[in-house]
């Protein structure tokens, strides 16, 4: 008898299932706008949203007559950075940075696989738990003095990449506007650790983070994060959402939406303040799909840049720009290759006619990484020896030319320099260091006082996944990242030799003089800017020195 009501039940199911299902499916939608419309005020729709609140006016009464006012940005990482997908911005990319970059590979895929539950959550719906976990995976054991590097010298270039420029220039108007201007940016998606020191150095922002901070605890070897959120943290979270934005809803003819496209800040020129010095070993943003094609490409990755050293040493050097090309290394070769630098005429000077007669060409080159010395080799296709202050024992093991370290000693050096030049060419990098910006940093005028044939290198090099150099990393791994970028590129140009009236032995020059002349020329060629830092300035602008990165231009002769 049992059988006949289940048929019944089958029949009544049968008949409002479709029903059911549309109306389960409008449900869904609606609470899904809803959420959408109904974003927690941290972390708002627009890209920037600002107003002025008067500074007398701490209570919320409206009142206050006093001529300061407090310029509130929304949240830092919603309305100063853009959007890495449908419009939102999330902390994830810039916390998988110090994961990666101040943690390590582990940590950095424990983020990465915590993804799939932070969405399961559901991150505009319960942004708060999402981002303790996410904070407590990149900061659990995390020692504050790499934190403290990472924020230094890693996240500005990011961060100025991302920057919206409509968002930043309205910023300064305001702070231009206001009689005495008190600036709040609230931080409610990233640590203030993360934040204050860019605003200051980079956007000129002397302003109040609100936000989140962390546990710190003193161990032996320092000073650690725990990951966890200081127990005022969450109630300052809450408070943003309703002291100051109570004032934003009150004055709605105060806010600025941007939806339009936005350019890319892509040239130090371009940025607030410029942007020539930073260390990261990731050159692209790690967005959550980006972190995932890292981690799905790196065991390939690793064989294929041991494939491309050994290819690129073993073989006879006729043979490497075929075998380069086929490993998806792009080489370009411009300019003077032929050997008629050792056959044009020159005099030798009455300065240096009690000396032996210098017949090496010196290659002067600006120095993009650690492979300068080989590309010119490659190009040249023979094993010009180079000169270099200081290089790993690895790279030096592998290195297909002869590689002389330098003391930094300056007449040691000369000695050094002019021994190796009577028995043949040599190339060297007078920049002292390696610099990956647009800039080209001051030339040392050792080179121009002991050489009487300098050619002119032009050098770059691309990625687009790896920076192959480092200030704090290990350099012997600087090849071996480069080379792990899927189509690594090197372009390389030899341009003329100088003028023998121009140098110091023919035209009776000052060291100084013909070093700026040769930076120029090289800026000129590459299309980079010239600066007088020097390689202690890059060391002591990334080990944490205080104090802006001022661009001071080198005087041309």
Same mark, same amino acid.
């Given at each position: 008898?049992?059988?006949?009501?289940?048929? @019944?039940?089958?029949?009544?199911?049968?008949?409002?299932? *479709?029903?059911?299902?549309?109306?389960?499916?409008?449900?869904?939608? @609606?609470?899904?706008?809803?959420?959408?419309?109904?974003?927690?005020?941290?972390?708002?729709?627009?890209?920037?949203?600002? !107003?002025?609140?008067?500074?007398?006016?701490?209570?919320?009464?409206?009142?206050?007559?006093?001529?300061?006012?407090? %310029?509130? /940005?929304?949240?830092?990482?919603?309305?100063?950075?853009?959007?890495?997908?449908?419009?939102?911005?999330?902390?994830?990319?810039?916390? #998988?940075?110090?994961?990666?970059?101040?943690?390590?590979?582990?940590?950095?895929?424990?983020?990465?696989?915590?993804? *799939?539950?932070?969405?399961?959550?559901?991150?505009?719906?319960?942004?708060?738990i999402s981002i303790k976990i996410m904070v407590f995976i990149t900061f659990c054991g995390l020692k504050v003095k790499d934190m403290d590097l990472v924020a230094r010298a890693v996240l500005p270039k990011f961060y100025l990449d991302n920057l919206h420029p409509n968002a930043y220039h309205e910023l300064a108007a305001l702070i231009m506007g206001a009689a005495s201007a008190r600036v709040v940016v609230l931080s409610t998606s990233l640590p203030r650790v993360m934040v204050a020191g860019f605003l200051k150095e980079y956007l000129g922002v002397d302003a109040e983070v609100v936000g989140i901070d962390l546990k710190v605890i003193e161990a032996e070897g320092g000073s650690y994060f725990t990951g966890l959120l200081l127990s005022s943290a969450g109630s300052t979270h809450d408070h943003v959402g309703s002291s100051y934005n109570k004032h934003v809803d009150h004055l709605p003819h105060s806010k600025e939406v941007y939806k339009e496209e936005m350019s890319t800040l892509t040239r130090g020129d371009k940025y607030?303040?410029?942007?020539?010095?930073?260390?990261?070993?990731?050159?692209?943003?790690?967005? *959550?799909?980006?972190?995932?094609?890292?981690?799905?490409?790196?065991?390939?990755? %690793?064989?294929? $840049?041991?494939?491309? %050293?050994?290819?690129?040493?073993?073989?006879?050097?006729?043979?490497?720009?075929?075998?380069?090309?086929?490993?998806? !290394?792009?080489?370009? /070769?411009?300019?003077?290759? $032929?050997?008629?630098?050792?056959?044009?005429?020159?005099?030798? $000077?009455?300065?240096?006619?009690?000396?032996?007669?210098?017949?090496?060409?010196?290659?002067?080159? @600006?120095?993009?990484?650690?492979?300068?010395?080989? #590309?010119?080799?490659?190009?040249?296709?023979?094993?010009?020896?180079?000169?270099?202050?200081?290089?790993?024992?690895?790279?030096?093991?592998?290195?297909?030319?002869?590689?002389?370290?330098?003391?930094?000693?300056?007449?040691?050096?000369?000695?050094?320099?002019?021994?190796?030049?009577?028995?043949?060419?040599?190339?060297?990098?007078?920049?002292?260091?390696?610099?990956? &910006? *647009?800039?080209?940093?001051?030339? $040392?005028?050792?080179?121009?006082? /002991?050489?009487?044939?300098?050619?002119? /290198?032009? #050098?770059?090099?691309?990625?687009?996944?790896?920076?192959?150099?480092?200030?704090?990393?290990?350099?012997?791994?600087?090849?071996?990242?480069?080379?792990?970028?899927?189509?690594?590129?090197?372009?390389?140009?030899?341009? &003329?030799?100088?003028?023998?009236?121009? !140098?110091?032995?023919?035209?009776?020059?000052?060291?100084?003089?013909?070093? @700026?002349? %040769?930076?120029?020329?090289?800026?000129?060629?590459?299309?980079? &800017?010239?600066?007088?830092?020097?390689?202690?300035?890059?060391?002591?602008?990334?080990?944490?020195?205080?104090?802006?990165?001022?661009?001071? #231009?080198?005087?041309?002769?």
């Amino acid at each position: 008898m049992a059988f006949f009501p289940m048929i @019944n039940l089958l029949k009544t199911a049968a008949q409002y299932w *479709p029903f059911s299902c549309y109306r389960a499916a409008r449900k869904i939608r @609606n609470y899904v706008s809803f959420l959408h419309r109904s974003r927690p005020a941290t972390c708002p729709s627009v890209a920037w949203c600002s !107003t002025l609140v008067p500074a007398a006016d701490e209570g919320g009464a409206g009142g206050g007559g006093g001529e300061a006012s407090t %310029i509130v /940005v929304s949240d830092f990482c919603c309305s100063l950075l853009r959007g890495t997908s449908n419009s939102i911005s999330t902390p994830f990319p810039y916390l #998988m940075l110090v994961a990666f970059e101040g943690g390590s590979l582990l940590r950095a895929l424990l983020l990465l696989l915590s993804y *799939p539950l932070l969405c399961a959550i559901g991150y505009m719906s319960q942004q708060l738990i999402s981002i303790k976990i996410m904070v407590f995976i990149t900061f659990c054991g995390l020692k504050v003095k790499d934190m403290d590097l990472v924020a230094r010298a890693v996240l500005p270039k990011f961060y100025l990449d991302n920057l919206h420029p409509n968002a930043y220039h309205e910023l300064a108007a305001l702070i231009m506007g206001a009689a005495s201007a008190r600036v709040v940016v609230l931080s409610t998606s990233l640590p203030r650790v993360m934040v204050a020191g860019f605003l200051k150095e980079y956007l000129g922002v002397d302003a109040e983070v609100v936000g989140i901070d962390l546990k710190v605890i003193e161990a032996e070897g320092g000073s650690y994060f725990t990951g966890l959120l200081l127990s005022s943290a969450g109630s300052t979270h809450d408070h943003v959402g309703s002291s100051y934005n109570k004032h934003v809803d009150h004055l709605p003819h105060s806010k600025e939406v941007y939806k339009e496209e936005m350019s890319t800040l892509t040239r130090g020129d371009k940025y607030p303040k410029p942007l020539i010095f930073h260390d990261s070993r990731l050159a692209f943003l790690p967005t *959550p799909l980006s972190t995932l094609a890292l981690f799905l490409f790196l065991p390939l990755l %690793i064989p294929l $840049s041991v494939a491309r %050293i050994f290819l690129g040493i073993v073989p006879p050097y006729k043979l490497i720009f075929p075998i380069a090309a086929l490993t998806g !290394t792009r080489f370009r /070769v411009h300019g003077h290759l $032929s050997s008629d630098h050792h056959d044009q005429s020159s005099s030798t $000077s009455t300065l240096m006619s009690t000396k032996k007669e210098k017949k090496g060409v010196l290659y002067v080159c @600006n120095h993009r990484t650690l492979l300068d010395p080989v #590309m010119l080799a490659t190009a040249l296709r023979r094993p010009v020896p180079a000169v270099t202050y200081s290089v790993s024992p690895l790279s030096e093991a592998i290195a297909p030319m002869r590689t002389v370290r330098l003391t930094r000693n300056r007449e040691t050096d000369a000695k050094t320099m002019v021994k190796l030049l009577e028995e043949g060419d040599l190339t060297l990098c007078p920049e002292g260091t390696t610099c990956r &910006e *647009p800039y080209l940093l001051r030339f $040392s005028p050792l080179f121009a006082e /002991v050489a009487e044939k300098i050619v002119p /290198v032009a #050098m770059d090099a691309h990625g687009g996944w790896f920076y192959g150099t480092t200030a704090s990393g290990s350099k012997s791994l600087d090849p071996l990242i480069f080379f792990m970028n899927p189509t690594p590129t090197y372009r390389v140009r030899v341009l &003329e030799q100088l003028p023998e009236e121009l !140098t110091c032995a023919g035209g009776g020059r000052s060291g100084s003089e013909v070093a @700026n002349r %040769i930076q120029k020329q090289l800026g000129e060629a590459l299309g980079f &800017e010239c600066t007088s830092f020097t390689r202690k300035d890059k060391y002591m602008m990334l080990a944490g020195n205080e104090g802006g990165v001022v661009i001071r #231009m080198q005087q041309p002769a």
